[in-house]
């Protein structure tokens, strides 16, 4: 991936300078399986891919920071002092780019002088493939090498996540700034959310295409019944340590799990529960599967962690099943699951290439007539983690 001369141009153009910025991009994920199961201490199975954020940056003389999206170019340039990065509703989309700034100014002195920034975006908004996580990133490492910050990586993947959580105020685990941070072409990675050790896997599609369908139903996460499915794990959690010594339900195995669960008061909290214990379960088995490139088991284990999302963690909706089922139905399919954390979004699908046009044909008829409009396909290579573009 190379510097991109057309948003140079962009940016001498909406900050009226003739510097030439340097250029950073921080690529979009998706998640192979192990959904959920993040922030309640399992393992998770994503991938970047090669859609994802650009950023340009020239550093100024004064402290002062402009910020511009062209996703979102009705909004003009957001303005602020490097002492005023405090969050504020009117500033919208250029909370996440603040959030990171001011909490690498809490870490470090040297983030005093002001930048120009422009973002350019081609992620769907709303998508669910982390678009969020992306430009938190693409700030986090631009402003590393800009500032000459020097941070590991990991902790920066962790603060990206803490402007997450405590700046926005969505309640989400760590997948989504991992993958962005860590990726690598080529490879999914395998993520222990409770430990933070991870290993690189290969992904061999040699012979077929991971193919992203967007049911164009938009997300807006902190919005969503997110946090709620959160608070009902910890619920289970916390009825399951009455007896068992474990912090999180990712430590319990299927067969510990089924032994234990009459420990859980609520009903709907032990379905909760059955889901991320299962799909933890889930991603293990795939890390095999894949290591002996068996991808119809594979494909298998995406169709059981969509029934799970769908029957006990209930988060997918008529969009996300509709589109899943129909993929089902496809000749050339070997499995196919919602990505993200549902609600709308997109789903995933194992195709063989040479059915990925019959494919996306079949779903789109009938997604078209049961839901009223179309989904949008496209199909994504796997890529790097966030980085300064050469």
């Not at 222990?192 to 139903?217: G, R, W």
């Not at 996300?320 to 919602?338: C, K, P, S």
């Not at 990505?339 to 699908?349: D, E």
Request: net charge negative; charged share 25%.
């Amino acid at each position: 991936m190379t510097i991109n001369p057309n948003l140079t141009a962009s940016f001498q153009k909406v900050f009226q300078t003739a510097e030439t910025p340097r250029q950073f991009f921080a690529p979009g994920r998706i998640n192979l399986i192990g959904e959920h199961t993040d922030y309640n201490g399992g393992h998770v199975f994503p991938a970047a891919i090669s859609y994802g954020t650009y950023a340009l940056a020239a550093k100024r003389q004064d402290n002062i920071i402009r910020l511009y999206s062209m996703n979102f170019s009705e909004s003009g340039i957001i303005e602020r002092s490097v002492e005023d990065l405090a969050f504020r509703e009117e500033d919208d989309w250029a909370n996440y780019p603040k959030g990171v700034l001011l909490y690498l100014q809490q870490a470090s002195d040297k983030l005093t002088s002001g930048m120009d920034v422009l973002f350019y975006g081609d992620i769907p908004n709303g998508a669910g493939l982390s678009s969020s996580a992306s430009i938190e990133l693409v700030t986090g490492v631009m402003a590393d090498i800009m500032y000459e910050l020097k941070m590991d990586r990991i902790p920066l993947v962790q603060l990206g996540q803490r402007v997450e959580n405590e700046y926005i105020g969505v309640n989400s685990g760590i997948m989504d700034q991992f993958s962005v941070g860590m990726g690598k072409q080529g490879h999914a990675i395998l993520l222990d959310c409770n430990t933070l050790t991870y290993e690189h896997a290969p992904v061999d599609l040699s012979e077929h295409v991971i193919l992203i369908a967007n049911t164009n139903k938009k997300r807006t996460l902190s919005g969503s019944k997110y946090n709620e499915r959160r608070s009902e794990c910890e619920a289970a959690l916390k009825d399951l340590q009455q007896e068992l010594e474990i912090n999180s339900l990712g430590e319990l195995t299927p067969d510990a799990f089924e032994q234990y669960h009459r420990l859980i008061n609520d009903p709907i909290h032990i379905k909760r529960a059955r889901h991320a214990v299962l799909e933890n379960n889930r991603t293990i088995e795939a890390l095999r599967k894949l290591q002996k490139h068996d991808l119809a088991a594979f494909g298998e284990l995406m169709n059981d962690s969509h029934r799970s999302l769908r029957d006990d963690y209930e988060v997918t909706g008529k969009e996300l099943d509709t589109i899943v089922e129909a993929a089902w139905a496809q000749d050339g399919v070997l499995g196919a699951r919602m990505t993200g954390a549902g609600f709308g979004g997109c789903a995933i699908a194992l195709v063989e290439k040479d059915k990925v046009d019959a494919v996306q044909a079949g779903i789109q008829q009938h997604y078209r007539e049961k839901i009223g409009y179309e989904a949008t396909f496209y199909t994504a290579t796997i890529g790097d983690g966030a980085k300064e573009l050469a």
